[in-house]
């Protein structure tokens, strides 16, 4: 059973969410990339679920998040969506299918909110996509903005170090999150930023800002599940508080299944027919 129970049962909307933060109450975000997992973290309360395309580096192993396709990001938010009753899921829009091209962001997204039931895209980026931005919004389709470190411009960066330290980036980051917000975003991602900067930005602007790795000041924290459940333990910043130690559990439990099998204790005779 869930330690919290929301105190609103009713469905997240991009309302709701506004709401929230006019209230001063945090918003919870996780992300979810299949029908299991979205269906109890939805039951435990979230108020979020993000369809990452962090997928591709905890669900296929790549090193980045490049790789991953519209039919990829599409085929996790149906298998998150068909799981989940009261979260506000968004979708990754994947690199290369929003990029420089309104038209073709636009198609990306329409496929995402028809094929998925995904009910809001999020994209990565300020002033350089924004016609992309405005021509996705102008369809009625809502989006999350993504500044900061944004990890579909890993070669560009280079590393995945805190973004935003110097005067100038930080300046370009308030910036386009100025625009994100006049355009309509409805909620905007703040990667691995320092604090400062984060709360600014969160005091700033009217709609919610989702924070990751930049500090306590945001309306709101998202994790990628792998990362806070402790299956993936190869990744340990600064930022990240695992709760729980699942690779350890499920370490355990399939080598006592082995150790059963080999030692032909399962099945016993009540686990037969
Ligand atoms: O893809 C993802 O999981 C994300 C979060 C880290 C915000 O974009």
Redesign the pocket.
């Known amino acids: 059973m869930s330690t919290y129970t929301a105190s609103d049962p009713r469905k997240v909307t991009t309302r709701r969410l506004a709401e929230m933060k006019a209230k001063g109450e945090k918003i919870a975000m996780l992300?979810a990339y299949d029908y299991s997992m979205a269906t109890l973290i939805d039951q435990a309360g979230m108020d979020v679920i993000?369809v990452?395309?962090?997928a591709s580096n905890v669900m296929a192993g790549n090193t980045t998040?490049l790789p991953m396709t519209l039919d990829q990001m599409i085929y996790h938010a149906q298998s998150v969506t068909r799981g989940v009753k009261r979260a506000l899921v968004v979708c990754?829009m994947p690199f290369g299918t929003y990029q420089g091209n309104p038209l073709e962001a636009l198609a990306s997204a329409v496929r995402i909110m028809k094929e998925s039931n995904a009910e809001a895209v999020?994209i990565e980026g300020g002033e350089e996509i924004l016609d992309s931005v405005e021509r996705i919004l102008s369809a009625g389709i809502p989006v999350m903005g993504?500044l900061g470190l944004t990890p579909q411009s890993i070669n560009k960066f280079g590393t995945y170090n805190v973004r935003a330290r110097e005067e100038e980036e930080a300046a370009k980051l308030i910036a386009d999150a100025k625009r994100l917000e006049q355009a309509g975003c409805f909620a905007i991602?703040l990667?691995k930023i320092p604090a400062t900067l984060a709360a600014r930005v969160s005091s700033e602007l009217t709609i919610p800002v989702i924070g990751?790795g930049a500090g306590g000041g945001c309306d709101g924290q998202?994790l990628?599940m792998h990362d806070m459940l402790g299956i993936n333990q190869g990744f340990s910043p600064r930022f990240l508080r695992r709760y729980a130690d699942l690779a350890t559990v499920i370490n355990d439990a399939v080598g006592q299944y082995i150790t059963d099998v080999k030692s032909s204790d399962f099945p016993n005779e009540k686990e037969q027919y």
């Open positions: 992300t993000l990452g395309d962090s998040t990754d999020k993504h991602v990667e990751i998202v990628v």
